[in-house]
């Protein structure tokens, strides 16, 4: 984002905090599509996405007050629909006796319709470990920069890159591919 991005964060969120509900409507519309996108990748079920993301602004929206404008109020929300997303996983794999076993074949079909694919994507993500799976989400899905990662995740660059490292192996092992690499996408995207 822009700095001059940031600096209409820092007005919106003086006025929310201000009470300006006109505000807080901009300020959701800025960024509804990114979150609501996010959370998409941590369940199968658009309303489930949708109802998180909501969560999510209202979240930020009842602790406004307490809010301290530090880096980006983007990464906030992010983090805010990270706990989300993953405390909705949790809750979902606890309601779930039996978990689907992934066919593995299919996906390295190339008949198999773009859509098909994303929703295997999707099962593999629902099975890999939460640390790893947010890697692969932000990187691949939401375009981050792996020092993005870092600074969202707060944890330091070494480790984002040795998660994504191995979140790409556990992904093409559940996708039974030999190739996990991303078309167009450079690893090295710092």
């Given at each position: ?96 006796v039996e ?30 470990n939460p640390?790893?799976?947010e890697i ?55």
């Amino acid at each position: 984002m822009r700095k001059d991005g940031n600096l209409n964060d820092v007005i919106l969120i003086l006025q929310m905090k201000q009470g300006d509900e006109q505000a807080f409507d901009k300020f959701v519309r800025k960024y509804y599509g990114d979150i609501l996108s996010y959370c998409k990748y941590h369940c199968l079920d658009q309303t489930e996405a949708e109802d998180l993301t909501q969560e999510t602004f209202l979240r930020f929206m009842n602790n406004i007050q307490s809010y301290q404008h530090i880096g980006k109020a983007k990464n906030y929300l992010y983090v805010i629909a990270g706990n989300l997303c993953k405390n909705h996983v949790k809750k979902w794999k606890a309601d779930c006796v039996e978990k689907e076993v992934l066919e593995r074949k299919l996906i390295s079909d190339g008949g198999i319709p773009k859509q098909e694919k994303q929703i295997y994507v999707k099962q593999a993500l629902e099975q890999m470990n939460p640390e790893l799976k947010e890697i692969i989400i932000m990187f691949y899905f939401q375009d981050f920069k792996l020092k993005e990662i870092a600074d969202i995740l707060q944890i330091g660059l070494p480790l984002v890159k040795y998660r994504h490292k191995r979140a790409k192996e556990e992904l093409k092992r559940l996708l039974g591919e030999e190739d996990s690499h991303e078309p167009g996408k450079d690893d090295g995207n710092i």
